[in-house]
C-alpha cells in the first residue's frame, strides 16, 4: 500500500506560479507511472500531466507550455511546477501513483487561482 501526501498548494493570483509537491510512503521504481490529475468544481477529474523516468512525460493541451512534472526518484517524490497560472487552473489537484497494476491517490491538495 502506498500512501501519498500532497504539499505546495493554496492562494495565488493569475500569472502567478506554485510547486506541488507529493511524496510517497514507500519505494516508488523509476518504471512506475507518477502524476497529477485535478478536479474543478462540478468538473470530472482530469490527467494533468504524468512522467515514468526516462521514457515519457505527458501534459494535458490546457496546461502545455506552463506546468512540469518532475520526479525525484531516491526521495520518492513527484513535482508539478505551475507557472503563469489562470483562473481556469483552480482545482484539487490530486497525486497518482500506478505501481504493479495497482492504482494509488493522494487526499488531493486545494489550488485557488483568483485576484
Known amino acids: 500500500q502506498v500512501q501519498l501526501a500532497e504539499s505546495g498548494g493554496g492562494l495565488v493570483q493569475p500569472g502567478g506560479s506554485l510547486t506541488l509537491s507529493c511524496v510517497a510512503s514507500?519505494?516508488?521504481?523509476?518504471?512506475?507511472?507518477m502524476a497529477w490529475y485535478r478536479q474543478a468544481p462540478g468538473k470530472e477529474r482530469e490527467l494533468v500531466a504524468s512522467?515514468?523516468?526516462?521514457?515519457?512525460?505527458y501534459y494535458a493541451d490546457s496546461v502545455q507550455g506552463r506546468f512540469t512534472i518532475s520526479r525525484d526518484n531516491a526521495k520518492n517524490t513527484v513535482y508539478l511546477r505551475m507557472t503563469n497560472l489562470k483562473p481556469e487552473d483552480t482545482a484539487v489537484y490530486h497525486c497518482?501513483?500506478?505501481?504493479?497494476?495497482?492504482?494509488?491517490w493522494g487526499q488531493g491538495i486545494a489550488v485557488t487561482v483568483s485576484s
Open positions: 497518482h501513483v500506478l505501481q504493479r497494476g495497482a492504482f494509488f
Open positions: 514507500s519505494y516508488i521504481f523509476s518504471h512506475d507511472v
Open positions: 512522467i515514468i523516468t526516462g521514457v515519457s512525460e
